[in-house]
């Protein structure tokens, strides 16, 4: 070995005793120092009892070991901690990001036995943000793992709030610093796995979460017997004050999500996943008196926020059963058997504060049995409805009073209909319900309803609803969506319409059959003037009659201007009795051949033109006991015009007016408008 060689070996292996000496020496530096800062910064409620430390520096490695802490007056709404570690292992720590950028950077940190118990304090006020320091560090860790901890927290009477057994827990690349603090989880990380059993969590006063696993591995997320439960000694036994709060059992067997991810998208730290599926949940919820609408009006609106704003390209729920209560107990949507599946599913502070409360790109479903109850008297009813590549089906909906016509009269206190609707079959083609700027848009290209049934009662001996009726116009014009349906097809409908005037006598009636319409534009998404809503009618009034109707309007116009026309084929005068009796005490003898009119009205006045054909027209005045009054059956015909004109299809016309009724409906309106067209024609001059 030459001279060199024996000199560079010499300055190398001197070298390396000065490194080793140097960390030897820095060694207990460094935990002196690290002790040192831990007695000054930590908190004066924090008493740390004795633990062991030792660092590496050669690794850039710290170790804790047997670390306790008791806490008499915790930060925050916490209170009485106690908090144990059986080692804290720090490693890889970078001596050059922290000398030359002041980046803290461990490549990972690891806690072992980590448990903590502690009482909340509902006493305190957010104390934590009075008492916190300005945090001006950046630290980082490639992962952070916690083995086999384990929390729990109570509430000061021992009841427990939190608890939490066997935790495994780690997250990768975690970087900590003042952006990520402002965040509801302050700190960014961008994979995580979990895994633990048996979660307990008070959500509040009245409910509980628990559920029996949560997983997260290969970033598969998977829960197992999810539950939110009112809390049962919040029931007494006074079922008022039960139905005060409400009640709520919220249950998922089983939840798991594919390609769970985390990212930092517009400075926003987020949640993305491929295929969330839920299977089997079963929803069963009491409204409380204080979620009653009216009571809580004036309330100031709360400003909602999600913890972890989402974005996930499919969530399906399978099989879920839904069970809606009023305080009352009384159900008021129940469904079976529900699946659906939202695509492209995106959750934010924004989309928060929509009528709908996310954003998705397409939406399928499919319930196989669903009732609602509409309102104190209805019930809505159907077997089967689905949404599928944009076709929603319905099949046998049912809108039924659940009180007879007798008993429905006796609650009433004031007149409303008796409802009896059916339709067997409703679908819509091109079917979309989407949401953009809190505004809920539902359209379809073209829906058909196939064999419905109307029947409608109305006791007219129930004190009058003097609200005001708005025309159909206006109804669609005030939506509180936005509604566009391209065409309605109605095939083979039938209308019976029967009106009870005077006690002790049947209603009157009329029915219409062979029912077929076809609407269009039927929408509110249109400019002033550009499109009109139109209505083509065909049908049979009263068995015999054929009957056209063509009515359209413009849904925009403020003044609710409309044309309804029609024609009346040749009608006995007989088949109108039923109605005429019941509702004017008379019977009609002779036949209307043909009628048209032409009504030109507004929110205000119609004014209505009309042309009548018809032959020996009579009217019999009826008595008291449904007897002819010869008197005034004599005087009555005497301005009663018998014939429209000596020869055959021979017409007789009159124009007339008529002033709306404003709390009567658009029907009574158009009646009004054709009964004035009557008398002008019927009655000599």
């Not at 704003?309 to 399978?318: E, G, Q, W």
């Not at 290209?445 to 409608?456: G, M």
């Not at 005490?585 to 507004?602: A, D, W």
């Not at 009555?636 to 429209?644: E, L, M, P, Q």
Request: charged fraction near 25%; charge should be negative.
């Amino acid at each position: 070995m030459n001279k060199k060689a024996r000199i560079f070996l010499y300055i190398l292996a001197g070298i390396i005793v000065l490194f080793v000496i140097a960390v030897f020496v820095a060694n207990p530096i460094i935990e002196n120092k690290i002790k040192e800062t831990i007695a000054q910064e930590v908190p004066d409620e924090f008493q740390i009892n004795k633990y062991e430390i030792s660092a590496n520096s050669f690794r850039g490695a710290i170790t804790i070991k047997d670390l306790q802490i008791t806490v008499k007056d915790t930060l925050a709404d916490f209170t009485d901690a106690d908090i144990s570690l059986t080692k804290a292992s720090f490693n890889g720590l970078s001596y050059w990001k922290y000398l030359f950028s002041g980046k803290i950077d461990f490549n990972s940190i690891i806690l072992h036995d980590l448990n903590m118990k502690t009482y909340r304090d509902t006493t305190k006020n957010n104390s934590l943000k009075k008492k916190q320091k300005e945090f001006e560090e950046n630290i980082s860790t490639g992962k952070f793992t916690l083995e086999n901890a384990s929390f729990l927290l109570k509430n000061t009477d021992e009841s427990i709030a939190l608890q939490l057994d066997s935790l495994n827990f780690s997250i990768t690349n975690v970087e900590v610093n003042k952006r990520t603090l402002q965040e509801k989880i302050p700190f960014y990380f961008s994979e995580m796995e979990v895994d633990t059993q048996d979660f307990f969590y008070e959500l509040n006063e009245n409910e509980t979460l628990s559920l029996k696993e949560f997983a997260v591995l290969d970033q598969q997320l998977k829960i197992t017997d999810f539950a939110i439960k009112t809390k049962s000694d919040t029931l007494k036994p006074s079922p008022d004050s039960a139905n005060e709060i409400g009640r709520k059992d919220i249950k998922i067997p089983s939840l798991t999500l594919s390609d769970l991810h985390f990212k930092v998208v517009d400075d926003t730290f987020q949640l993305f996943g491929e295929d969330l599926e839920v299977e089997n949940p079963s929803i069963w919820l009491q409204q409380g008196i204080n979620g009653n609408p009216e009571k809580n009006k004036g309330l100031q609106k709360e400003t909602k926020e999600i913890p972890l704003p989402f974005s996930i390209a499919s969530i399906s729920v399978n099989n879920a059963q839904i069970d809606l209560l009023h305080p009352d107990e009384s159900p008021y949507l129940q469904v079976e058997d529900f699946n659906m599946t939202l695509k492209d599913v995106l959750a934010n502070n924004t989309t928060l504060q929509q009528k709908i409360p996310c954003e998705f790109s397409d939406v399928e479903f499919e319930g196989k049995s669903l009732q609602y109850r509409m309102n104190a008297y209805d019930l809505l009813s159907l077997t089967h409805v689905s949404l599928d590549e944009k076709q929603l089906q319905i099949k046998d909906l049912h809108i039924k009073t659940q009180y007879s016509k007798t008993e429905l009269s006796k609650v009433l206190e004031k007149e409303r209909d008796h409802m009896d609707a059916e339709m067997p079959s409703l679908v819509i083609e091109g079917f979309g319900v989407t949401s953009k700027d809190s505004i809920i848009h539902v359209q379809g290209s073209s829906t058909t309803i196939k064999d419905p049934t109307l029947n409608v009662y109305r006791d007219k001996l129930v004190a009058d609803d003097p609200s005001i009726k708005p025309l159909y116009s206006k109804s669609l014009r005030e939506l509180p969506f936005a509604l566009t349906l391209d065409s309605l097809f109605i095939k083979n409908g039938g209308i019976v319409y029967e009106e009870k005037v005077k006690s002790g006598q049947p209603p009157g009636k009329v029915y219409f059959s062979d029912l077929n319409a076809a609407i269009g534009n039927m929408s509110n998404t249109y400019a002033k003037g550009e499109k009109e809503t139109t209505i083509d009618i065909t049908t049979t009034f009263m068995e015999n009659s054929p009957l056209e109707v063509d009515w359209h309007f413009d849904i925009n116009n403020t003044d609710d201007q409309f044309q309804f026309t029609g024609h009346l084929g040749s009608i006995e005068a007989k088949h109108l009795n039923s109605f005429a009796k019941a509702s004017l005490n008379v019977n009609l003898e002779g036949t209307l051949r043909q009628t048209y009119f032409n009504i030109h009205g507004n929110n205000n006045d119609s004014r209505i033109d009309m042309r009548l054909e018809f032959d020996n027209f009579k009217i019999e005045v009826l008595d008291k006991k449904d007897k002819k009054n010869w008197l005034f059956s004599a005087v009555a015909n005497i301005f009663v015009k018998r014939d429209s004109d000596s020869n055959k299809n021979d017409f007789k016309e009159g124009d007339a007016t008529a002033t709306r009724n404003k709390d009567k409906s658009y029907f009574n309106y158009i009646w009004i408008s054709i009964q004035a067209g009557l008398k002008e024609i019927l009655i000599a001059t």
